[in-house]
């Protein structure tokens, strides 16, 4: 089988000795005399030209059989191209048809929207929009691992299935071997000391509480994994299941974590714009006007950074015409987070300083007693796309914390070692993969930005 994939194909000169290549075909063109067929083998978002003309031996039945869809393997010389946009085409001398495809194929001509798509998330890698974000997204995740290794952070892999509840709060979807209908009760309450773990087990809403455990005794460490939430937004910005990078930064203060958390996204933009270039183009063109100047004036910029008593003021000043009320003490809306970041700075906004009562218990308390090291990052068309804090490190106000969070400090117990012994000021981040590819692809919806989307009432694949 030939592997030299169709993106280095393009890239080559003409020349006398036969090649073979293999792929599937895009569309097939009909002239007078000779046939063109775009073939694509997912290498990259561009086709190359096979031309068949009338001397091909079995001219008419085999151009005839080959349809939409089918794959093949085309042996031919690779020929300089009169056509606009391309060096180069394959004139063929002999034709293998792989696999036909019949007239019912769904990707003929015809361009379908995105909804239609996620209805046969089995054929849509083959369409221009998701083989581009199917290789943004691979480039993206080996950017993430490259960024983190190149600084000695060492990749954690934390537990999918967690006894513990990492934020305190509900949305975890339950992982249990107990008969649904019939579950073993004791005093009203299903006995989860029957269950496979002998408690109560969920899918894990971050990898926080463990990553932690190593960054305080490695230093520096980060996740990158899926991530499960029962919550019922069904918004463009949420899935039941997504993937999340989680740096943990030991000796790190709250400013240290925004600078890294900058200079992270900073580089994902860069490596993608340098690494996935006609993918971006498409983007650029296709899907989100301006994408790639956007991204290079973020690149470039400082972030904006502001306290979350600074973005209320800016808010209220700004008299704009919100779904919500803008309230000192309530969290900020995804409209708000919008309009701080596209209307009144028009770049990425870093806002710290939350109250306390709307973040989560392990965040480090400030002296004012009211507002907690938390900080999340905003950036245009989407809103939050970080979310992190400094951690509390004292023990006994962390302790403190569980207990106002209604939690109990006893399930918690490994965690407050941490802070019984060697304890030291940590910090870290969590990223949704997902919004990033958003971010940076353009795309609207982040049900088309991973393969097989989870999300309320949904789980066809
Ligand atoms: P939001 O307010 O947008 O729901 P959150 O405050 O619940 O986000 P965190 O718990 O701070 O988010 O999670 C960290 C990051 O994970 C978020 O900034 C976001 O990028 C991503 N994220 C959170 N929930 C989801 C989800 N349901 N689907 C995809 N990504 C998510
Ligand atoms: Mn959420």
């Known amino acids: 089988m030939e592997r030299t994939g169709i993106k280095y194909i393009l890239l080559m000169e003409p020349q006398e000795q036969e090649i073979t290549i293999e792929g599937w075909v895009r569309t097939k063109r009909d002239s007078k005399g000779v046939s063109f067929l775009e073939i694509n083998d997912g290498s990259t978002i561009k086709n190359l030209q096979v031309i068949i003309e009338e001397n091909f031996p079995d001219y008419a039945s085999i151009v005839k059989s080959i349809t939409t869809g089918s794959s093949l393997s085309v042996k031919g010389n690779l020929v300089a191209s009169p056509a606009k946009g391309q060096k180069v085409e394959l004139k063929a001398s002999s034709i293998e048809i792989i696999g036909e495809t019949p007239p019912d194929y769904v990707l003929q001509k015809k361009r379908h929207s995105f909804e239609f798509l996620r209805e046969i998330a089995h054929l849509r890698p083959r369409t221009n929009t ?53 579950p073993p009760v004791v005093n009203g309450k299903v006995d989860y000391s029957k269950d496979f773990f002998g408690k109560q087990a969920s899918l894990t809403v971050s990898g926080q509480l463990e990553g932690e455990t190593y960054a305080c005794a490695l230093k520096n460490i980060y996740t990158f994994g899926p991530t499960f939430r029962a919550e019922n937004s069904n918004t463009s910005r949420h899935l ?98 919008k309009y701080l970041t596209e209307k009144i700075y028009g770049l990425p906004v870093i806002v710290i300083d939350y109250p306390k009562e709307i973040k989560a218990f392990y965040m480090k308390l400030n002296d004012d007693n009211k507002t907690v090291r938390a900080m999340d990052i905003l950036v245009p068309r989407l809103g939050e796309i970080i979310g992190g804090s400094e951690r509390e490190s004292d023990y006994h106000k962390l302790e403190k914390r569980i207990t106002e969070f209604g939690l109990d400090p006893a399930d918690y117990w490994w965690y407050l070692e941490l802070r019984r012994f060697g304890s030291v000021p940590h910090s870290g981040f969590g990223l949704g993969f997902e919004r990033l590819i958003q971010f940076v692809t353009g795309m609207q919806n982040i049900r088309d930005v991973i393969p097989f989307p989870r999300s309320v009432k949904t789980l066809e694949f």
Not at 299 to 304: E, L, T
Request: net charge negative; hydrophobic share 45%.
């Open 240 to 337: 039941a299941e997504f993937w999340m990078i989680e740096p943990e930064m030991a000796f790190c203060d709250l400013h240290l974590n925004m600078d890294v958390a900058e200079e992270f996204l900073k580089y994902i933009f860069l490596y993608i714009l340098g690494n996935c270039p006609d993918d971006m183009d498409f983007f650029n063109t296709r899907i989100s006007k301006g994408v790639i100047d956007n991204l290079e004036d973020i690149a470039r910029s400082s972030f904006v950074r502001i306290s979350y008593t600074e973005a209320v003021e800016q808010l209220t000043k700004a008299h704009a015409d919100f779904e919500f009320p803008v309230t000192w003490g309530e969290d900020l809306q995804s409209e708000h987070e």
């Open 130 to 182: 998701f083989g581009a974000v199917a290789r943004v997204r691979s480039a993206m995740s080996f950017a993430v691992h490259k960024f983190f290794q190149e600084r000695d952070f060492v990749y954690v892999h934390t537990p999918i299935i967690t006894g513990s509840d990492c934020e305190g709060v509900g949305e975890m979807f339950q992982v249990t071997t107990l008969p649904i209908g019939n």
